[in-house]
């Protein structure tokens, strides 16, 4: 009977977890980088990874927190 070795990690899109490849990449829908299934703190190790997105998401997320409370007063 032959063995068949342990199958490697499988690497999926933060955004996409439809998307899902045997090794790393670029995901073909958003062009993000693919990370190891079950990476812990995968997508914040992502963001931390490119400053620019994070930039942008914190200037977001300050945005919607600006908006509600202006809407609130």
């Known amino acids: ?9 499988v690497y999926i899109c933060p955004m996409h977890p ?6 790393p990449g670029k995901c073909p829908k958003c062009g993000m980088d693919l990370l190891p299934e079950g990476a ?6 992502h963001m931390l990874g490119h400053p620019m997105r994070l930039a ?3 200037a977001a997320m300050l945005g919607l927190i600006a908006a509600v409370m202006m809407l609130l007063a």
């Open 56 to 58: 942008i998401m914190l």
């Open 40 to 45: 812990r703190f995968a997508m914040l190790r």
């Open 1 to 9: 009977m032959e063995t068949q070795p342990p199958p490697g990690p």
């Open 18 to 23: 439809d998307v899902r490849m045997p090794g």
